[in-house]
T-cell receptor, first 109, second 118 residues
Framework: EIVLTQSPGTLSLSPGERVTLSCRASQTVSNRNYLAWYQQKPGQAPRLLIY???YRASGIPDRFSGSGSGTDFTLTISTLEPEDFAVYYC?????????FGQGTKVEIK | QVQLQESGPGLVKPSETLSLTCTVSGGPVTSGSHYWSWVRQPPGKGLEWIGN???????DYNPSLKGRISISIDTSKNTFFLKVNSVTAADTAVYYC??????????WGPGTLVSISS
């Protein structure tokens, strides 16, 4: 199975800062870059932010962007808003079994 | 707007079978563009994909759970199901159902906590 490694584990930041989260796969995800990013807040289900590595899901603000291909992917939040403090997961859905990274927590500094 | 809702017992005894239902509204499970997935999350931990099903009954399971899980679908009720056999405390988790397609898991239910305890 494809192992996804997210870094860092935790980020302590202030509103207004730029955020860059990394997701590295143990092998190529797929030729369609089937890599998604999710945001999860306490007590809530994950919310899809990005699919196919770089496409924003419906209703997602344009401060969220995704990039990368092959084995290295990045989620960027251009300007951190108070509601963005959460845990972020990457997930590959190109090769079964689908797998998730262990998550990056973005917390208030 | 597609909506999913999990339902089932919140407490299951060790060695018994965990059974959950996911009811889908706002769109048919017979969509040829989507699979229907189950994901779980132990308290305080990360997400684990359990498996998925297509409307024709084709399934794909996570090998880490294979042999203990079964996913089925009832297209007449727009519903799909999860069974996990021989549960232990390690199966305690919030269980989510989700729509699964080329956009990843784009719609999720709110989740249901299932505790395994005698």
């Amino acid at each position: 199975e494809i192992v996804l490694t997210q870094s860092p584990g935790t980020l302590s930041l202030s509103p207004g800062e730029r955020v860059t989260l990394s997701c590295r796969a143990s092998q190529t995800v797929s030729n369609r870059n089937y890599l998604a990013w999710y945001q999860q807040k306490p007590g809530q289900a994950p919310r899809l932010l990005i699919y196919e590595a770089s496409y924003r899901a419906s209703g997602i603000p344009d401060r969220f962007s995704g990039s990368g291909s092959g084995t290295d992917f990045t989620l960027t939040i251009s300007t951190l808003e108070p509601e963005d403090f959460a845990v972020y997961y990457c997930q590959q859905y190109g090769r079964s079994p689908w797998t998730f990274g262990q998550g990056t927590k973005v917390e208030i500094k | 707007q597609v909506q999913l809702q999990e339902s089932g017992p919140g407490l299951v005894k060790p060695s018994e079978t965990l059974s959950l239902t996911c009811t889908v509204s706002g769109g048919p499970v017979t969509s040829g563009s989507h699979y229907w997935s189950w994901v779980r999350q132990p308290p305080g931990k990360g997400l684990e994909w359990i498996g998925n099903i297509f409307y024709n009954g084709n399934t794909d399971y996570n090998p880490s759970l294979k042999g203990r899980i079964s996913i089925s679908i009832d297209t007449s009720k727009n519903t799909f199901f999860l069974k996990v056999n021989s549960v232990t405390a390690a199966d305690t988790a919030v269980y989510y159902c989700a729509r699964d397609g080329y956009k990843g898991l784009d719609y999720w239910g709110p989740g249901t906590l299932v505790s395994i305890s005698s």
